[in-house]
């Protein structure tokens, strides 16, 4: 199973960028997709996750509103778009899907099954 995360890069504090993570049908289907971040040293934190339907995400309590989170279920594609960047931001991001048929929003990394390979953010002050 492969999840191809994109649209990393460097960015000045207050800038914007959108991440994308495409899979295939079959991971993608009726599952729950979201992003997660890392940075050296830390655990993997929760971001935000989508269900299938797109209704009501749901979003780290420490982002203050700035990113959302979205799918193209035509195109297996989950998207975040990150505004008002911070350094604290500065992270590696992986999307994640549950797996098909999991339709529940958990943040528990440990919870999630697929992981795609990361893309760097870097938000320089």
């Known amino acids: 199973v492969q999840l191809q995360a994109s649209g990393g890069g460097l960015v000045q504090a207050g800038g914007s960028l959108r991440l994308s993570c495409v899979t295939s049908?079959?991971?993608?289907?009726?599952?729950?997709m979201g992003w997660f971040r890392q940075t050296p040293g830390k655990e993997r934190d929760f971001v935000a996750a989508?269900?299938?339907?797109?209704?009501?995400?749901s979003y780290s309590n420490s982002l203050k509103g700035r990113f959302t989170i979205s799918r193209s279920n035509a195109e297996n594609t989950v998207y975040l778009q990150m505004n008002n960047l911070e350094p604290e931001d500065t992270a590696v991001y992986y999307c994640a899907a549950r797996g098909s048929g999991i339709t529940v929003i958990n943040r528990a990394p440990s919870q999630w099954r697929f992981w795609g390979q990361g893309t760097l953010v870097t938000v320089s002050s």
């Open positions: 049908a079959r991971t993608f289907s009726n599952s729950v």
């Open positions: 989508i269900s299938w339907a797109g209704g009501s995400p």
